[in-house]
């Protein structure tokens, strides 16, 4: 199966909000797939599909050590968040090279519908819990480098628009 092409921090798509996914059908079971082994092949813990140019409400996330747990959110939605925050150093398949802190809700719950269409409520804290928020931000068109300061951001534009260019030379 093919991989997917990740589009990359500041390409205008990836602040599209997604909609919906309507079916758990063999078009959505056949996204998930390649998403997954778009993530795993780029050694990603989540990837939404945002960051592949399909605009609808699916993440795929994998924080085990293993790399053989994945977990699959469809139409997610947090239902309960931790007051107790967290802040950790974040990266982004979308914004290669880049890490920095952010601070999230260190334990968060979310009703979802697993790659077969059955709802599902996660509980998850930690590093799944970060991943989760973050992936789940991608589906509002929000990159992590937006929670930095202008200045940060604005340093990580350029670096990637610089590394652009040098790939089209290259
Ligand atoms: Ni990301």
Same mark, same amino acid.
């Given at each position: 199966?093919?991989?997917?092409?990740?589009?990359?921090?500041?390409?205008? @798509?990836?602040?599209?909000?997604?909609?919906?996914?309507?079916?758990?059908? &063999?078009?959505?079971?056949?996204?998930?797939?390649?998403?997954?082994?778009?993530?795993?092949? =780029?050694?990603?813990?989540?990837? &939404? =599909?945002?960051?592949?140019?399909?605009?609808? @409400?699916?993440?795929?996330?994998?924080?085990?050590?293993?790399?053989?747990?994945?977990?699959?959110?469809?139409?997610?939605?947090?239902?309960?968040?931790?007051?107790?925050?967290?802040?950790?150093?974040?990266?982004?398949?979308?914004?290669?090279?880049?890490?920095?802190?952010?601070? @999230? &809700?260190?334990?968060?719950?979310?009703? =979802?519908?697993?790659?077969?269409?059955?709802? @599902?409520?996660?509980?998850?804290?930690?590093?799944? =819990?970060?991943?989760?928020?973050?992936?789940?931000?991608?589906?509002?068109?929000?990159?992590?480098?937006?929670?930095?300061?202008?200045?940060?951001?604005?340093?990580?534009?350029?670096?990637?628009?610089?590394?652009?260019?040098?790939?089209?030379? &290259?």
């Amino acid at each position: 199966m093919a991989l997917l092409p990740i589009l990359v921090y500041p390409d205008p @798509r990836l602040h599209t909000v997604a909609r919906p996914v309507q079916e758990v059908d &063999a078009r959505v079971k056949k996204l998930v797939a390649q998403m997954l082994e778009t993530m795993y092949d =780029a050694n990603g813990i989540g990837l &939404a =599909a945002t960051q592949v140019d399909v605009h609808e @409400r699916l993440v795929v996330v994998d924080v085990s050590d293993e790399r053989n747990q994945p977990l699959v959110l469809i139409n997610p939605e947090i239902v309960w968040a931790s007051a107790e925050k967290q802040v950790s150093d974040e990266g982004c398949l979308s914004v290669p090279g880049i890490y920095d802190g952010v601070e @999230r &809700a260190q334990a968060v719950k979310i009703k =979802a519908l697993d790659e077969l269409g059955h709802p @599902r409520t996660i509980e998850a804290e930690g590093t799944l =819990a970060v991943c989760i928020q973050h992936e789940m931000d991608h589906l509002l068109g929000k990159v992590f480098v937006e929670y930095l300061s202008p200045l940060k951001r604005n340093r990580i534009k350029t670096k990637m628009l610089k590394a652009r260019r040098e790939t089209v030379r &290259a």
